[in-house]
């Protein structure tokens, strides 16, 4: 438990940081009131906006506000949409979130057993093919994949849509476009995309972990006793790979939602890459000072997550837990 507290305490130290950032941002990059009055407003009625938002008020008391605002969800008005940013990162989050999950899903499905599989057969060839995949997959730019991926999906065969989000529908009480064909076939490519540099990088890692563990003595002690090759690999060598595979897994899948940008650019997918996009041509100071603190706070939640199932899987952080 205190193990958990501390990682909790370290988090939250975080987070005043990447807020503190996002204030700075917000603070000094432009002048907000510039941004939100036109050059006819009086040097008088600016003042008086300064004023009444107070940007006259000392520095540590802007932070505090910006962080208790942050924690109600306000980080003020878009520059360029002037709606609130809050409402437009609820828009806009969910589509982003189809496309981690969906990625994520098919790296983990895919590199798990690859990985396994290379590690146990290095020699073969069919490991040889998967390495020889994995390492065009982790070298191909993004943006590249996805435009060859639409010239051959959806313009040579016509089998998939090039660009969108597709039917949105709504699922016990969640919507989502995953839960229709149009939806997902919208989804499969730019999916693809994320999933291929992700399960490069997460299978590669499981063979290398797997590569050390077989070659310890208590696994070498194992095949002595003459134990089987299933409960070797699967329940003593695999099971000691979880902690530093957690890890990569847990900072990868994370990483989808701050990296995710290009793709969704390429297949013109409705998402958070997309504004950041916008918000970058627009000098829109609101937005990327929240698409900042969103990211940390991504990547804060994941590796608490990761932290916690530390405790679960490895028994000498779990007993020092205690």
């Known amino acids: 438990m205190y193990f958990l507290l501390a990682r909790l305490l370290q988090a939250t130290v975080v987070m005043l940081c990447v807020a503190l950032v996002g204030f700075l941002v917000f603070q000094f990059v432009g002048d907000p009131v510039l941004s939100l009055v036109g050059q006819e407003t009086s040097v008088e009625d600016r ?5 009444s ?11 505090a506000r910006y962080v208790v605002n942050a924690l109600q969800g306000d980080f003020g008005i878009s520059y360029s949409f002037n709606r609130d940013v809050s409402e437009m990162i609820a828009d806009r989050l969910p589509a982003t979130i189809e496309l981690v999950m969906l990625s994520g899903v098919l790296s983990l499905i895919l590199a798990i057993p690859a990985g396994i599989y290379t ?21 191909i730019p993004s943006f590249l994949l996805g435009i060859l ?32 064909w149009d939806g997902l076939s919208h989804a499969l490519m730019p999916a693809a995309v994320l999933c291929l540099f992700q399960l490069g990088v997460i299978l590669r890692l499981i063979r290398a972990e797997m590569l050390e563990v077989l070659r310890t003595d208590y696994i070498r002690f194992a095949w002595a006793r003459g134990l089987p090759g299933q409960r070797i ?3 003593h060598a695999l099971k000691n790979t979880l902690v530093p595979v957690v890890t990569a897994i847990g900072l990868q899948l ?30 829109d100071i609101p937005l990327l000072a929240a698409y900042l603190i969103f990211v940390g706070l991504v990547f804060t939640i994941s590796n608490l997550v990761v932290d916690a199932v530390y405790v679960l899987i490895d028994p000498r952080i779990r007993h020092g837990a205690h």
């Open 47 to 51: 003042e008086a906006l300064r004023e």
């Open 53 to 63: 938002l107070g940007l006259n008020d000392p520095i540590l008391v802007q932070y």
């Open 119 to 139: 590690g146990i057969r290095r020699k073969g060839g069919v490991a040889q093919t998967i390495m020889a995949l994995s390492v065009i997959g982790v070298s």
């Open 149 to 180: 991926l639409i010239l051959v999906f959806s313009v040579w065969l016509n089998w998939l849509p090039s660009f969108g989000r597709g039917d949105v529908v709504t699922v016990l009480g969640v919507r989502s476009s995953l839960f229709t």
């Open 233 to 235: 690999y699967f329940r």
């Open 254 to 283: 994370s990483s989808l939602f701050a990296f995710s940008i290009i793709t969704e650019r390429v297949f013109q997918w409705p998402g958070m890459g997309s504004l950041l996009l916008h918000a970058i041509g627009q000098s």
